[in-house]
Structure formats: structure tokens, C-alpha cells
């Protein structure tokens, strides 16, 4: 069964620090670009960074560039998103999904469940 799992959201104060992380089952990561997307309540859904398959080159929204780091290690099946200086403004269910397409990591193939990240004080 191909899945993909989210992990690492909670409940942070603003400048705080989260890591979140994706696991593949069922398929490997390797030939994928891989995204992180996120939805605010009343909000669309909107790409918030997206690493490459070959090359390890990454892309972010301007929103979180500075501050967001996405990477992979195709040994663990496994991309991370790390999360620093936190607003509130970056509160949303965050969903890692993969694409055959770079930079944007448009048109998913899979996606996550998602985890929920909030940032509040």
C-alpha cells in the first residue's frame, strides 16, 4: 500500500521550532520531487517548498524562505521540513505530497494525511 505519513506538528510560541517529517511505505522517494503544502482554516491550499529528485535543488515561498528548511534522505524514505522562527500566521495543516515536477512540485501524486501546526502564545 503506498503511503505517505506526516509527523512532528504541534502546538508552538511564536519564534519557535518545529521539525516535521514525511515517511514513505510502499514506494521509494528517490525518483520523486518532493513538496510541502499547507492550508490555513478558510484558505486555499498553497506549496510552501519542494526539493528535487536529482540534484538535492529546493524551492520555497517567499512567505517562509529564511526561515524554512525542507531536505531528504532517500536511505530513511524520508523528507523533513524544518520550521524555525514560527508565526502565527504560519498556523495550518501542513501535507508533504509527491510530484514528478520541479520547482514547484505541481500536480501531486500522492499526498500525506497531514499534521497540524499552530503557533500561538
Known sequence: Q???VESGGGLVQPGGS???SCAAS??????YAIGWFRQ???KEREGVSCISSSDGSTYYADSVKGRFTISR???KNTVYLQLNSLKPE???VYYCAVS???PYCSSPDYWGQGTQVTVSS
Open 2 to 4: 503506498l503511503q505517505l
Open 18 to 20: 518545529l521539525r516535521l
Open 26 to 31: 510502499g514506494f521509494t522517494l528517490d525518483y
Open 40 to 42: 490555513a482554516p478558510g
Open 73 to 75: 534522505d532517500n536511505a
Open 90 to 92: 504560519d498556523t495550518a
Open 100 to 102: 514528478k515536477l520541479f
